[in-house]
């Protein structure tokens, strides 16, 4: 399951960091804002108040002669001292990153969908899509080249990016319809409610159709790169023959084996034309998805 869409227009490294950020993301859809960070200085004059405390207590015990005053200055000494260490770097530098991480998130606000802010049926769908995108990019036949790799590099993405989009104006704005329509409503709000009810159907019906398209160019694709294999595991044999021929011959098994050699043969050429129908049908799906 795909956590965050980035659009495609957003630069990698970026794009990189906003998938990577979901726990900042999901902190911020609960209201999280970090707190500004310290002033230059604070951590300075911090220090030079441990240590005045520090110096003021043992004073005072040299001062009073007293041996409790004492104990004391140097049982607290060390303990501001440590208070003043353990409040500094981990959690400082943690929040810093996360700081940075939000202005990030902040800026491309928009330009990424968080799956958790989908509703149910939303989030099937895009799952869905982007099973298809990768089950496509990732396959061998488009590694290979033998897809148009560079378009569905650009073009994939690009329909994830829309399907995601679209879902996301959906879940808002079928939450809100639902919220208004709930606690009941008279006949003539219910007159406008129904279409528009109707339309985010509709509009759903519509990505239903964008992501099925992209499961058409998917199964296209699987049905290629089982040819592909196919053919490789075949050729590979095919390379072999004359081993195999040299072996029945020395073994005096030619009247078996020569007809299995030549189905062999057929069977190789069978398997290039079906690789080359699924390729051609793949390209057809693909098309499809051209906007």
């Given amino acids: 399951m795909v956590d965050v869409v980035v659009d495609p227009g957003v630069p990698a490294d970026d794009a990189r960091l906003i998938r990577q950020s979901k726990h900042v993301l999901i902190k911020m859809r609960r209201g999280w804002v970090p707190v500004p960070p310290p002033k230059a200085g604070v951590g300075h004059s911090r220090t030079i108040t441990v240590i005045a405390v520090a110096a003021l207590l043992v004073t005072l015990a ?126 003539e709000v219910a007159a406008v409610a129904e279409p528009l009810a109707r339309a985010l159907d509709s509009s759903e019906d519509a990505v239903v159709a964008r992501v099925e398209a992209l499961e058409r160019y998917a199964a296209n694709v699987a049905e290629a790169e089982r040819a592909y294999r196919a053919h490789q595991q075949i050729e590979e044999l095919r390379g072999r023959i004359h081993q195999y021929e040299e072996l029945v011959a020395e073994s005096g098994a030619d009247g078996f084996a020569v007809p299995e050699i030549e189905r062999l043969s057929r069977d190789a050429d069978q398997l290039d034309q079906a690789l080359r129908r699924s390729l051609h049908s793949a390209h057809e799906a693909f098309r499809h998805l051209d906007p």
């Fill in 62 to 187: 040299v001062m009073t002669r007293g041996l409790g005053m004492l104990l004391l200055a140097l049982v607290a000494a060390p303990i501001l001292v440590l208070t003043l260490v353990r409040n500094d770097p981990g959690e400082e530098e943690q929040s810093t990153v996360d700081r940075e991480i939000y202005e990030q998130l902040r800026w491309y606000e928009g330009r990424y969908v968080l799956a958790d802010d989908l509703d149910e049926s939303s989030r099937r769908l895009l799952a869905r899509g982007h099973r298809a995108v990768t089950a496509v990019t990732e396959s061998t036949v488009n590694a290979e080249g033998l897809l148009d790799d560079v378009r569905n590099a650009v073009m994939l993405p690009a329909q994830e990016w829309e399907i995601a989009r679209l879902l996301a104006k959906l879940s808002a704005l079928r939450a809100k319809h639902r919220k208004t329509v709930t606690d009941g409503i008279s006949p």
